[in-house]
Structure formats: structure tokens, C-alpha cells
């Protein structure tokens, strides 16, 4: 792997309810602990956040259901590592508790040059990438996943 780049990651998801409804609470207070674990583990570089210091208020689409989370890892390994063998992984695995399945990608991953900062704007081009041509360099999944370029 190159140091020089690091992988840039998008999730959105569309919730059952409004975050601040019953149906979505124990997701909503996990929200802070599960940012500050992301940001402890070994290969975090980065998340997007607002001034409320997560990023459920950012909005990337209309409908105010949908939420939105970008981060940045030094490896896919490092990501892989929080996302399913954290204390993440429980949350992941109860997902459908919270939120609808989705008809398109709510994930994307692509590789970024080592410094480079990213948005949902950015993000949701890569998601529309991926629908649009499935996965390539410049849009994958965990599933079907590229290497980072050589310099």
C-alpha cells in the first residue's frame, strides 16, 4: 500500500424515522460513542462533521431522512478492522433496525491522495459513479475493491 494516498469512504442511509423519534434513539445515542471510537482506531485520518460535532445534521439530500457519513482510513484493513470488528460491528449488524434498505449503493469507497480533504458532495458523485458503472477505481465497494494507484 502507498502512503500517499488514503481511502475515502461514503455511507448514507435512509432512516425509519425522524432521529429524534423513539424508533431511532438507541441509534442516536450511540452516534458520539461511535465517533470517538472511529476516531481512536489505528488508520483513522479523518470524518466529516458540522459544528454539532457529528454529521447527522449535514444535509446532502432532500429528504431529511436521509444521513450521511464520510470518513478517511489509511487502509481499507483499517476501515474493515473498525466497521465490523469494533464494538461498530454490533450497531452495523442491527442496521435494519434503523434504516430502509436501499435500491442504490449506500456505500462507496475511492482512493485519495494523502491530504486530501473531502465532502458529501464528493461522496455522493462517487455513489452515483458506482450506480451509474458499478465498481471501479474511481467508485468501489468492500466487496469489489481496487488498489490504491501507483505513484
Known amino acids: 500500500m502507498s502512503a500517499a494516498y488514503h481511502l475515502a469512504q461514503i455511507n448514507v442511509a435512509r432512516a425509519r424515522a425522524p432521529l429524534d423519534s423513539p424508533v431511532m434513539k438507541e441509534f442516536v445515542d450511540a452516534i458520539d460513542a461511535m465517533n470517538a471510537l472511529g476516531e ?70 475511492w482512493w485519495i491522495p494523502a491530504g486530501t480533504v473531502v465532502d458529501e458532495v464528493e461522496g455522493k458523485r462517487r455513489l452515483e459513479i458506482l450506480a451509474r458503472n458499478g465498481p471501479t477505481p474511481e467508485a468501489f465497494t468492500l466487496r469489489d475493491r481496487f488498489r490504491p494507484p501507483l505513484d
Open 40 to 109: 481512536r482506531s489505528p488508520g483513522f485520518v479523518w470524518r466529516l462533521k458540522s459544528d454539532s460535532g457529528n454529521a447527522t445534521d449535514i444535509r446532502a439530500y432532500d429528504d431529511p431522512l436521509m444521513i450521511v457519513n464520510v470518513t478517511v482510513w489509511e487502509s481499507l484493513e483499517a476501515l474493515r478492522d473498525y466497521a465490523f470488528k469494533s464494538h461498530h460491528g454490533e450497531y452495523f449488524r442491527r442496521r435494519a433496525e434503523w434504516f430502509e434498505k436501499m435500491d442504490t449503493p449506500s456505500l462507496a469507497l
